[in-house]
Protein backbone atom coordinates (compact mmCIF):
# COMPACT_ATOMS: atom_id res chain seq x y z
CA UNK A 1 0.00 0.00 0.00
CA UNK A 2 1.04 3.62 -0.65
CA UNK A 3 1.63 6.26 2.00
CA UNK A 4 -1.21 8.06 0.30
CA UNK A 5 -3.89 5.60 0.71
CA UNK A 6 -2.38 4.99 4.31
CA UNK A 7 -4.11 7.97 5.52
CA UNK A 8 -7.46 9.03 6.99
CA UNK A 9 -9.59 9.72 4.31
CA UNK A 10 -11.05 13.16 4.52
CA UNK A 11 -7.06 14.09 5.32
CA UNK A 12 -6.60 12.33 2.46
CA UNK A 13 -9.12 13.77 -0.16
CA UNK A 14 -8.04 17.67 1.48
CA UNK A 15 -4.57 16.81 0.80
CA UNK A 16 -4.71 15.69 -3.03
CA UNK A 17 -7.62 18.73 -3.47
CA UNK A 18 -5.15 21.63 -2.77
CA UNK A 19 -1.93 19.61 -3.22
CA UNK A 20 -2.35 17.55 -6.63
CA UNK A 21 -5.43 19.06 -8.05
CA UNK A 22 -4.68 22.79 -7.07
CA UNK A 23 -8.07 23.58 -5.25
CA UNK A 24 -8.22 26.24 -3.21
CA UNK A 25 -8.69 26.12 0.27
CA UNK A 26 -12.19 27.12 -0.41
CA UNK A 27 -12.94 25.31 -3.28
CA UNK A 28 -11.86 21.94 -1.52
CA UNK A 29 -14.20 22.83 1.42
CA UNK A 30 -17.05 23.50 -0.56
CA UNK A 31 -16.36 19.80 -2.44
CA UNK A 32 -16.04 18.29 0.70
CA UNK A 33 -18.81 19.95 2.18
CA UNK A 34 -17.42 21.23 5.03
CA UNK A 35 -15.69 24.81 6.57
CA UNK A 36 -13.06 26.37 4.78
CA UNK A 37 -11.03 26.61 8.29
CA UNK A 38 -11.31 22.67 8.50
CA UNK A 39 -9.45 22.16 5.33
CA UNK A 40 -5.88 23.92 6.71
CA UNK A 41 -6.57 21.76 9.66
CA UNK A 42 -7.05 18.95 7.61
CA UNK A 43 -4.22 19.51 5.86
CA UNK A 44 -1.89 19.90 8.48
CA UNK A 45 -3.02 16.18 9.50
CA UNK A 46 -2.12 14.38 6.39
CA UNK A 47 1.10 16.13 6.61
CA UNK A 48 1.92 14.64 10.30
CA UNK A 49 0.42 11.45 9.19
CA UNK A 50 2.73 11.28 6.13
CA UNK A 51 5.88 12.67 8.81
CA UNK A 52 4.59 9.61 10.91
CA UNK A 53 4.87 7.19 8.48
CA UNK A 54 8.57 7.85 7.58
CA UNK A 55 9.62 8.77 10.88
CA UNK A 56 13.06 6.18 11.73
CA UNK A 57 15.84 6.01 13.68
CA UNK A 58 19.39 7.60 12.39
CA UNK A 59 22.53 6.59 13.39
CA UNK A 60 25.24 9.25 13.18
CA UNK A 61 28.53 8.34 12.73
CA UNK A 62 30.68 11.74 13.25
CA UNK A 63 33.42 12.87 15.78
CA UNK A 64 33.67 16.53 14.93
CA UNK A 65 30.96 17.73 17.97
CA UNK A 66 29.24 20.77 16.53
CA UNK A 67 28.42 18.47 13.11
CA UNK A 68 27.26 15.66 14.81
CA UNK A 69 25.07 18.37 17.14
CA UNK A 70 24.13 20.22 14.21
CA UNK A 71 23.38 16.61 12.44
CA UNK A 72 20.74 15.45 15.56
CA UNK A 73 18.53 19.30 15.28
CA UNK A 74 18.52 18.36 10.98
CA UNK A 75 17.19 14.54 12.05
CA UNK A 76 15.10 15.67 15.12
CA UNK A 77 13.47 18.74 12.78
CA UNK A 78 12.70 15.73 10.55
CA UNK A 79 10.78 14.42 13.02
CA UNK A 80 13.00 11.05 13.13
CA UNK A 81 14.77 9.98 16.40
CA UNK A 82 18.74 9.60 16.87
CA UNK A 83 19.91 6.29 17.95
CA UNK A 84 23.15 7.16 19.00
CA UNK A 85 26.11 9.53 17.75
CA UNK A 86 29.15 7.90 17.55
CA UNK A 87 32.81 8.90 16.93
CA UNK A 88 34.45 5.70 15.70
CA UNK A 89 33.85 2.19 13.64
CA UNK A 90 33.92 0.45 16.85
CA UNK A 91 31.06 2.46 18.14
CA UNK A 92 29.18 2.60 15.19
CA UNK A 93 29.29 -1.66 15.10
CA UNK A 94 28.67 -1.58 18.57
CA UNK A 95 25.47 0.66 18.09
CA UNK A 96 23.83 -1.80 15.90
CA UNK A 97 24.14 -4.80 17.91
CA UNK A 98 21.12 -3.75 19.92
CA UNK A 99 19.19 -1.50 17.64
CA UNK A 100 18.55 -1.76 13.96
CA UNK A 101 18.72 2.18 12.12
CA UNK A 102 16.54 3.47 9.75
CA UNK A 103 19.26 5.18 8.09
CA UNK A 104 22.97 5.87 8.89
CA UNK A 105 24.78 9.44 8.37
CA UNK A 106 28.74 8.91 8.43
CA UNK A 107 31.61 10.71 8.22
CA UNK A 108 34.62 9.00 6.17
CA UNK A 109 37.82 10.05 8.51
CA UNK A 110 36.42 9.18 12.15
CA UNK A 111 38.46 10.52 15.42
CA UNK A 112 40.95 7.44 16.47
CA UNK A 113 41.68 7.25 12.42
CA UNK A 114 38.78 4.94 11.80
CA UNK A 115 36.63 4.81 8.64
CA UNK A 116 33.27 5.71 8.15
CA UNK A 117 33.54 3.44 5.64
CA UNK A 118 34.65 0.13 6.92
CA UNK A 119 31.89 0.99 9.83
CA UNK A 120 29.46 0.91 7.17
CA UNK A 121 30.84 -1.96 5.48
CA UNK A 122 30.83 -3.37 8.74
CA UNK A 123 26.99 -2.73 9.15
CA UNK A 124 25.98 -3.81 5.68
CA UNK A 125 27.94 -7.23 6.76
CA UNK A 126 24.44 -7.82 9.21
CA UNK A 127 22.20 -5.86 7.29
CA UNK A 128 21.17 -3.25 4.64
CA UNK A 129 20.39 0.52 5.27
CA UNK A 130 20.46 3.91 3.34
CA UNK A 131 23.30 5.71 4.08
CA UNK A 132 24.83 9.16 3.79
CA UNK A 133 28.17 9.99 3.59
CA UNK A 134 29.23 13.94 4.76
CA UNK A 135 32.33 14.19 4.88
CA UNK A 136 35.31 16.50 3.75
CA UNK A 137 36.93 13.96 1.94
CA UNK A 138 34.54 13.11 -1.23
CA UNK A 139 37.33 11.40 -3.06
CA UNK A 140 38.06 8.80 -0.16
CA UNK A 141 34.59 7.39 -1.27
CA UNK A 142 34.59 8.35 -4.74
CA UNK A 143 38.32 6.56 -5.22
CA UNK A 144 37.96 3.12 -3.55
CA UNK A 145 36.10 0.01 -3.00
CA UNK A 146 32.52 1.87 -1.84
CA UNK A 147 29.78 0.52 -0.26
CA UNK A 148 26.35 0.78 -2.29
CA UNK A 149 23.61 2.24 -2.49
CA UNK A 150 25.04 5.49 -0.90
CA UNK A 151 24.38 9.46 -1.11
CA UNK A 152 27.37 11.98 -0.75
CA UNK A 153 27.29 15.41 0.53
CA UNK A 154 30.29 17.55 0.83
CA UNK A 155 31.41 19.48 3.66
CA UNK A 156 30.47 22.45 4.48
CA UNK A 157 27.03 21.43 3.77
CA UNK A 158 23.56 23.23 3.92
CA UNK A 159 21.07 21.71 5.66
CA UNK A 160 19.21 21.84 2.88
CA UNK A 161 20.55 19.19 0.95
CA UNK A 162 20.95 17.31 4.43
CA UNK A 163 17.28 17.10 4.56
CA UNK A 164 16.76 16.15 0.75
CA UNK A 165 19.01 13.51 0.51
CA UNK A 166 17.94 11.84 4.00
CA UNK A 167 14.41 12.03 2.50
CA UNK A 168 15.63 10.95 -0.73
CA UNK A 169 17.16 7.62 1.11
CA UNK A 170 14.35 6.83 2.56
CA UNK A 171 11.80 7.57 -0.29
CA UNK A 172 13.72 5.35 -2.35
CA UNK A 173 14.69 2.55 0.44
CA UNK A 174 10.71 2.73 0.63
CA UNK A 175 10.26 1.81 -3.08
CA UNK A 176 12.81 -1.18 -2.78
CA UNK A 177 11.04 -2.51 -0.06
CA UNK A 178 7.91 -2.15 -1.49
CA UNK A 179 9.05 -4.22 -4.89
CA UNK A 180 10.70 -7.11 -2.64
Do not use: W
Not at 30 to 59: H, P
Amino acid sequence: TTRLSQLTPINRQALLLTAMEGFNNREAARILDIESDDVVDLIAAALKEIDNQIATSVLIIEDEPVISMDLEQIVRDLGHDVMATVVTRDEAVKAVETERPGLVLADIQLADGSSGIDAVKDIFSNFMVPVIFITAYPERLLTGERPEPTFLITKPFLHSTVKAAIGQALFFNDEESAAA
